[in-house]
């Protein structure tokens, strides 16, 4: 058994199925369930019409583009991928509005039901109609000889045959049983007839002596028992229309768990009411062999096939309403040539291929991929790195950019390939040189992570105030980016067409500690580019303040926070806040990183990063991807929490003494019980709550590093 999942971009994890490759269009049928509990393995037939003006039998009409002996159909679960056995059991009608009559084996048919999908459109497809993997028991008498597997044969004397011709089984003064199965309840269909003085038999429960047999007999006598049951050697229901010598038809012995059993003829098709019925109580047994028998009189019986199935009342069957308010919809599949899926699920190259291709269905994401990120498991059985190549298109159609190592991020930035929204990837694989070695090489995994290659400045984004001279870490979000990947850092003025360099060429740590210029004054942006495409960049969201600082006693410039300022306020005035939101007096929001930086010396998973008076304005991506905390907190606690990692560090700068910040801040919040899987999920796609989590005492809660 394999499970398949998808992820939130609809990356399917499974390579997909080999037996869709290749097919253009599907669509949805609904089925009905049937009782107020599940049904397990059930067979439903489904007719499907070759045209709009097909027989207004069928379940569902096709607007053409299928082939005429319908070949080109597959039948899946919801999941668009695990396909369903089915069994094509005839095509009636002529082109172009021809039906054909399908039994399509479900797994689960739940009591409300459930949508299945129908594959079509393949211009060439094998046939895998094979009644053996729908019904109970099936057998059409293929081949020269009976399954030996199936039925066990007796003859009634010396000259008694059992031999198949032509699909089509003959028995004289003979009788066949099922080998190694047992029919407990359900329906027994056949199609057979008899010849001139004779009868077809169908033993519904076969004993150890024909004595003790229950069968269902079908005779040309006109002496009044020509559709009967028959219990051991004595008639025990019947119905005396007799059969026509020569003529086939259909049978159908139903059984339900009590018992009772109704047998009906119907004319060679099915079709229709029963010409005869007939029933009788037998009583409930364990599941027994079924089987066929001739008359004991010289003359023979012919069956064209046989079969078993579920039966419920009233049975699942296709929802026509609802299906015809479906259409078919292009899809866009994986492609196998030689090369298919192994029982675990792994990509295996077809036996005796020289060379195996896998080309992954298209993957559109909602933006155009700037970085990708290929990797994957394969056990290439000592035939090396030459025995895998992986190559990615971004465009439908388009190129397939080669060069690809496990594992390692590629840009578009370095004009290793075009950026696009539509990815596929393509693997290769080659035959071993050598005879007689190990397991055929596989692919037993493969993931794409793809990113737009955007660039976020989180501080300063603007409404700060810098001091000119001082030292302020700049922080930026680029996901996807490596940690070792060039950024330049500049700075403008309000105008934002001057860009001053800080850094030209820095890694992507997510900060840098920029020494804000004496000069410096007024309004001013932080843009942070991609090194090798300076047109990929992030900017502060608005303009920050940059102001001269006055210096202290002992000539240390004194560099106050925004946070610093705000409670230095606060406490001048004797309150915190007005009457109007008297209610958050005391609380502050702190904001709270969410999964690691790419730098080592960046912020980490659940590191404080800002604290800031309850009720402040977060932007909406401090609110997608941080988490908000709201605790009641001290000045003095809330400015503990702003403190960093070691205590500031007078240095020398053009004569002049400013602080240094030498690591992030100190404290960490603790967010194994506070952000579930989902959440962080959430995070990743810019999407944690708005409304802060509101804790009444942060102090437990939170940890000094190390």
Same mark, same amino acid.
């Given at each position: 058994?394999?499970?398949? *999942? ?65 070949? =080109? ?87 008694? @045959?059992? /031999? ?89 012995? *139903? ?66 309403? @609802? ?90 930035? @370095? ?47 603007? /409404? ?124 502050? =929001? ?13 912020? @980490?998973?659940? =590191? ?99």
């Amino acid at each position: 058994m394999r499970i398949v *999942y998808s992820d939130l971009s609809g990356m399917q994890g499974s390579f997909g199925n080999e037996l869709l490759s290749e097919f253009s269009s599907r669509r949805h049928i609904y089925i009905k369930g049937s009782t107020s509990s599940s049904l397990f393995n059930y067979q439903v037939p489904i007719k499907v019409g070759e045209s709009k003006r097909s027989a207004d039998t069928c379940d569902l009409k096709l607007s053409g583009g299928v082939l005429s002996d319908f070949a =080109d159909i597959r039948f899946t679960l919801p999941d668009g991928e695990t396909v369903l056995p089915h069994y094509l059991e005839n095509v009636t009608g002529s082109a172009p509005n021809r039906t054909a009559s399908f039994w399509v084996r479900i797994p689960e048919i739940p009591a409300d039901g459930l949508p299945i999908y129908m594959y079509h459109g393949k211009a060439v497809a094998a046939d895998l109609s094979d009644g053996g993997k729908v019904f109970d028991f099936f057998d059409d008498f293929r081949g020269s000889v009976l399954d030996p597997q199936k039925w066990t044969v007796t003859m009634y004397d010396d000259s008694g @045959k059992a /031999g198949i011709a032509n699909s089509l089984l003959t028995l004289e003064r003979a009788r066949i049983t099922s080998a190694d199965y047992g029919f407990a309840g359900g329906l027994i269909e056949y199609k057979a007839r008899a010849s001139a003085n004779g009868s077809a038999e169908l033993i519904i429960r076969a004993a150890s002596t024909t004595d003790g047999d229950l069968r269902a007999y079908s005779s040309v006598s006109s002496l009044g028992s020509g559709h009967s049951i028959i219990m051991g050697s004595g008639i025990v229901a019947n119905d005396p229309k007799p059969v026509s010598s020569g003529v086939f038809y259909t049978y159908k012995i *139903y059984c339900d768990d009590v018992g009772d059993v109704a047998f009906r003829r119907y004319d060679e098709d099915g079709s229709g009411s029963a010409q005869a019925e007939t029933a009788y109580s037998a009583g409930s047994e364990e599941a027994s062999p079924i089987g066929l028998s001739s008359s004991l009189q010289a003359e023979t019986m012919d069956c064209l096939w046989i079969r078993t199935r579920k039966a419920a009342n009233p049975p699942p069957q296709v929802d026509r309403e @609802k299906t015809a308010s479906t259409v078919s919809e292009p899809v866009d599949l994986a492609e196998f040539y030689n090369v298919s899926t192994a029982p675990d699920g792994s990509l295996i190259p077809a036996d005796g291929a020289l060379e195996s291709v896998y080309i992954s269905r298209l993957v559109s994401p909602s933006f155009e991929a700037r970085i990708l990120k290929p990797s994957w498991e394969a056990d290439l059985s000592g035939g090396g790195a030459e025995t895998l190549s992986i190559s990615i298109a971004v465009e439908k159609g388009g190129e397939f950019y080669s060069g690809w190592v496990n594992g390692v991020a590629r840009y578009a930035s @370095k004009k290793e390939f075009e950026k696009g929204s539509q990815l596929r990837w393509k693997a290769v694989i080659a035959a071993e040189n050598e005879v007689g070695d190990k397991q055929s090489p596989s692919i037993q995994s493969f993931a794409l992570e793809y990113w737009p290659g955007d660039i976020r400045i989180v501080m300063p984004k603007g /409404g700060e105030t810098l001091a000119a001279g001082a030292e302020y870490i700049i922080f930026w979000e680029a996901p996807g980016y490596g940690p070792k990947y060039p950024m330049e850092i500049a700075y403008s003025s309000p105008d934002r067409d001057d860009f001053r360099i800080i850094a030209p060429n820095t890694d992507n740590s997510g900060d840098y500690i920029w020494g804000v210029p004496e000069q410096a004054s007024g309004k001013a942006v932080v843009k942070v580019s991609d090194y090798n495409d300076k047109a990929v960049y992030g900017i502060s969201e608005d303009y920050f303040l940059i102001m001269s600082g006055a210096l202290g006693d002992d000539g240390i410039q004194e560099v106050k926070s925004d946070e610093e300022a705000i409670l230095e306020e606060e406490q001048e005035a004797g309150e915190a806040l007005t009457p109007e939101t008297n209610s958050l007096e005391g609380y502050y =929001d702190i904001l709270i990183k969410v999964g690691d930086n790419p730098s080592p010396d960046g912020y @980490k998973d659940g =590191d404080v990063v800002m604290v800031k008076p309850a009720g402040y304005l977060w932007g909406a991506e401090e609110k997608g991807t941080f988490y908000i905390v709201r605790a009641r907190l001290t000045p003095e606690k809330a400015l503990e929490l702003m403190k960093p990692g070691q205590s500031v560090t007078p240095v020398s700068r053009s004569r002049r003494k400013a602080a240094k910040v030498l690591k992030r801040r100190g404290y960490r919040l603790n967010l194994s019980n506070k952000i579930t899987l989902q959440d962080r999920v959430q995070a990743a796609q810019g999407h944690l709550p708005g409304e802060p989590m509101e804790v009444p005492d942060i102090t437990s809660m939170t940890e000094r590093k190390q």
